[in-house]
């Protein structure tokens, strides 16, 4: 038996719930994981660590779901990759915010703290959410934001539509959510 062919019956047995099943794939893969992870320069060793339990969390939750047990360790350096660039985008963002925050204008300083800000931009997003009429599009925006474990292509394969369908209802909601923030700023309404 090769060295894929066993993994494959690991992951067979880790998907119908055998837990030692599970030690044995995160034995196996996690040095892949980290090679990988080692790419990614901006990451500090908490955040690469961080960024290889949320993948490891992610894939055996959605293990059940691999169609193919021999596509497994492609399909977690896909997942790893996708944690990894979303880190980075919130680093990065987290970076712009504390530079404009450094330096604020006394007109933009925010009413709120942060925290409360982005729980009242979060209970905006549920509202646009709650909002939208039952349908597709609805559906795909809880999947994504609300119980945010699938990536798009993971949330096209459950729906049974393309990547890009997924995508473009995503987009759509996006600049709902812009739109309506921008609205809610303008008129002040964060009180």
Same mark, same amino acid.
């Given at each position: 038996?090769?060295?894929?062919?066993?993994?494959?019956?690991?992951?067979?047995?880790?998907?119908?719930?055998?837990?030692?099943?599970?030690?044995?794939?995160?034995?196996?893969?996690?040095?892949?994981?980290?090679?990988?992870?080692?790419?990614?320069?901006?990451?500090?060793?908490?955040?690469?660590?961080?960024?290889?339990?949320?993948?490891?969390?992610?894939?055996?939750?959605?293990?059940?779901?691999?169609?193919?047990?021999?596509?497994?360790?492609?399909?977690? =350096?896909?997942?790893? *990759?996708? @944690?990894?660039?979303?880190? #980075?985008? $919130?680093?990065?963002?987290?970076? !712009?915010? &504390?530079?404009?925050?450094?330096?604020?204008?006394?007109?933009?300083?925010?009413a709120l703290?942060?925290?409360?800000?982005?729980?009242?931009?979060?209970?905006?997003v549920r509202?646009?959410?709650?909002?939208?009429?039952?349908?597709?599009?609805?559906?795909?925006?809880?999947?994504?934001?609300?119980?945010?474990?699938?990536?798009?292509?993971?949330?096209?394969?459950?729906?049974?539509?393309?990547?890009?369908?997924?995508?473009?209802? =995503?987009?759509?909601? *996006?600049? @709902?959510?812009?739109?309506? #923030?921008? $609205?809610?700023?303008?008129?002040? !309404?964060? &009180?």
């Amino acid at each position: 038996m090769g060295s894929t062919e066993g993994l494959a019956e690991w992951v067979r047995r880790a998907a119908s719930g055998e837990t030692s099943a599970f030690s044995e794939l995160y034995r196996r893969t996690r040095p892949l994981v980290a090679r990988l992870m080692a790419g990614f320069a901006p990451l500090d060793s908490d955040e690469v660590e961080d960024v290889i339990q949320e993948t490891f969390v992610r894939a055996f939750r959605a293990l059940p779901r691999l169609k193919e047990a021999g596509a497994f360790e492609a399909w977690l =350096l896909s997942i790893a *990759r996708n @944690r990894a660039r979303t880190r #980075l985008e $919130r680093k990065a963002s987290l970076r !712009r915010l &504390e530079d404009d925050i450094s330096d604020p204008e006394p007109e933009t300083v925010p009413a709120l703290p942060e925290a409360l800000q982005l729980e009242r931009d979060i209970e905006v997003v549920r509202q646009l959410i709650s909002e939208l009429p039952d349908g597709e599009e609805k559906r795909t925006v809880q999947l994504f934001y609300i119980e945010g474990e699938l990536s798009a292509r993971e949330i096209a394969e459950q729906l049974g539509v393309g990547k890009s369908a997924v995508t473009m209802r =995503l987009e759509r909601f *996006r600049g @709902r959510i812009k739109r309506e #923030l921008l $609205r809610r700023v303008l008129a002040g !309404r964060w &009180e």
